[in-house]
């Protein structure tokens, strides 16, 4: 288990000037959540093993790079976000073994493997955690978390009023050695995920080496979970409001993206740029702009950064637009690629999203209209995957899938399910293990079920039913992504060229190249731009006009 020297060599473009540009500049990256994905032993549950034995998969789908959702050492309070050994593979998922035969087999096939790393916060297992706990106060590791004394006369009140993302309060109260009450610690997210203090050097160096120890074994590179969230205020300073929630993603928080998270990235891009291969970091940071998101990707930070901006957009032309010039605006002063992404293991899937009215926000609980969710979301990946810079696809989106709205209360696992009355707490839809064949127990996902139940017809929608299939979503992932690599005007770049259309429609050029999407709810003629390329629904041109079917994205050659 050492270093990989032989990157796979997949994916390096010419920009506009001729220069070489990273692989990541125009990567589709694929995400992968493990358990969800296949399972290789027939427990129920996905696994490393699974997941490798479908690389070839991958490989047909003509994706870059396979990011892993959370694999380490875990009692999988948060599906695997709390982790209690980062040089460890939980049992369930496999060895270090598996990892690194998944590694080696997704190199030979050309694929990059991209790992999550959780670095705000680990398990209330992890074995800093358990001793300073155990040790009690004075403990010198309770300053590698936050723990606090609390307010009221007898400490009964917690530090201060931050409130957790899952629900409640961000903060649990101990019990000291001898059992009285003790010091309260933090956690933004489950009380089984302490948050670590950045302030404190050993969580640094702790990190620096957790780093090199996944390069070691191969990695391309890290998602960075909660990038924005490692450097609190200081002091820790109360907020002085109730439902916080609300407020993100509209102001700069004094528990998420402060400025001194930046110092941490620009000593983990050291590290990345001493390996060959030209290994990557991704942020997983919600910031209240896209100009703040600019901030992670600097020239010595990291390379790419979620686009959630453009996740939340509606399915309406002016608002896509919109986020489109600021993204490509934000991203162009620093030099890093714009990124699209439309679904994740976080969010309602878009095809259920798009199904039903607009402002509903990304977690919704009614499946809408499928035919029409499904229509959209054709056309909406389409459009991402014609925009410069890198997509992201997540696991099972290209075979149509929505999100699973009736799972039985009794079947859910989302910890943010059971701490506010079911508010914000159904990431469970978008988890359901995915479909490979018409027929089985778990179609195809493994001999032994699946750890969320399949909804009946799942098999018509697997990749088996859809293969070779005219017209299916999945064939026309694979053609799209494959245009877009063969295309000299698609993949990186940081421009597009907006045409004049009726509203209701975009239109963009880049070289050789026109898009048109329509984002109404009946046809619309233009003029035709060119040759059909692809599209997301059948079209027909009529001499010098070609009427565009409702909420469809054509491609052209021109």
């Given at each position: 288990m050492t270093q990989h020297l032989a990157?796979?060599?997949?994916?390096?473009?010419?920009?506009?000037?001729?220069?070489?540009?990273?692989?990541?500049?125009?990567?589709?990256?694929?995400?992968?959540?493990?358990?969800?994905?296949?399972?290789?032993?027939g427990d129920g549950m996905g696994d490393l093993a699974g997941v490798r034995g479908r690389l070839p998969y991958l490989k047909e789908l003509g994706?870059?790079?396979?990011?892993?959702?959370?694999?380490?050492?875990?009692p999988q309070a948060d599906a695997g976000y709390d982790v209690?050994?980062?040089?460890?593979?939980?049992?369930?998922?496999?060895?270090?073994l598996d990892a690194d035969a998944l590694i080696r087999d997704a190199h030979d096939l050309g694929l990059r493997i991209i790992v999550d790393l959780v670095p705000n916060h680990s398990s209330d297992q992890h074995e800093w955690f358990k001793r300073a706990l155990t040790e009690g106060p004075g403990s010198a590791l309770r300053d590698r978390y936050h723990f606090r004394p609390g307010k009221g006369a007898n400490g009964e009140l917690p530090p201060n009023d931050w409130e957790s993302i899952f629900g409640g309060p961000a903060w649990t109260r101990t019990a000291n050695p001898d059992g009285t009450p003790g010091e309260w610690y933090l956690h933004l997210f489950?009380?089984?995920?302490?948050?670590?203090?950045?302030?404190?050097?050993?969580?640094?160096?702790?990190?620096?080496?957790?780093?090199?120890?996944?390069?070691?074994?191969?990695?391309?590179?890290?998602?960075?979970?909660?990038a924005h969230g490692l450097v609190k205020a200081e002091g820790l300073p109360d907020l002085g409001t109730h439902d916080q929630l609300k407020l993100l993603g509209n102001d700069v928080m004094p528990f998420f993206d402060q400025d001194g998270v930046h110092e941490i990235y620009r000593s983990w891009?050291?590290?990345?740029?001493?390996?060959?291969?030209?290994?990557?970091?991704?942020?997983?940071?919600?910031?209240?702009?896209?100009?703040?998101?600019?901030?992670?990707?600097?020239?010595?930070?990291?390379?790419?950064?979620?686009?959630?901006?453009?996740?939340?957009?509606?399915w309406d032309a002016a608002a896509l637009r919109e986020v489109i010039d600021t993204s490509l605006d934000a991203m162009r002063p620093v030099g890093a690629p714009t990124t699209w992404v439309l679904s994740n293991h976080d969010v309602t899937r878009h095809a259920t999203r798009f199904a039903n009215p607009a402002g509903l926000g990304t977690q919704i609980r009614t499946p809408g209209d499928r035919e029409l969710g499904l229509r959209r979301a054709r056309a909406a990946t389409m459009l991402m995957l014609a925009l410069p810079g890198s997509a992201y696809v997540y696991q099972g989106e290209e075979l149509g899938l929505p999100d699973v709205t009736d799972l039985p209360d009794e079947a859910r696992q989302d910890p943010s399910f059971f701490r506010a009355e079911g508010q914000d707490g159904f990431r469970d839809g978008c988890r359901v293990p995915i479909p490979w064949t018409r027929e089985g127990s778990s179609y195809g996902f493994g001999a032994g079920g699946s750890w969320l139940p399949q909804p009946a017809g799942w098999g018509e929608l697997s990749v088996e039913a859809q293969t070779g299939a005219a017209g299916s979503t999945l064939e026309l992932y694979r053609a799209a992504i494959a245009a877009r690599r063969a295309h000299p005007g698609l993949g990186a770049g940081a421009d597009v060229r907006w045409l004049d259309v009726p509203?209701?429609?975009?239109?963009?050029?880049?070289?050789?190249?026109?898009?048109?999407?329509?984002?109404?709810?009946?046809?619309?003629?233009?003029?035709?731009p060119g040759t059909v390329l692809l599209s997301s629904a059948p079209v027909e041109t009529d001499g010098d006009t070609v009427e565009l079917p409702a909420d469809t994205t054509v491609w052209w050659t021109v």
């Open positions: 990157a796979p060599s997949t994916g390096t473009s010419d920009d506009a000037a001729g220069h070489r540009t990273g692989w990541w500049q125009d990567a589709v990256i694929y995400q992968v959540y493990p358990r969800s994905f296949a399972d290789g032993n994706v870059d790079a396979v990011w892993l959702s959370p694999f380490y050492a875990s209690a050994d980062y040089r460890a593979i939980d049992p369930m998922f496999g060895s270090l489950a009380p089984e995920q302490p948050d670590f203090n950045w302030e404190h050097p050993a969580v640094a160096d702790e990190f620096r080496s957790i780093l090199r120890f996944w390069l070691d074994m191969g990695v391309d590179g890290f998602r960075v979970d909660v891009r050291t590290i990345l740029d001493e390996y060959p291969g030209e290994r990557i970091a991704v942020a997983e940071a919600w910031t209240p702009t896209v100009e703040r998101t600019a901030n992670y990707v600097r020239p010595d930070e990291m390379h790419q950064a979620f686009n959630f901006q453009y996740l939340a957009t509606a509203e209701g429609l975009l239109a963009f050029a880049r070289p050789g190249f026109v898009c048109t999407v329509n984002t109404t709810g009946a046809p619309v003629r233009i003029p035709v």
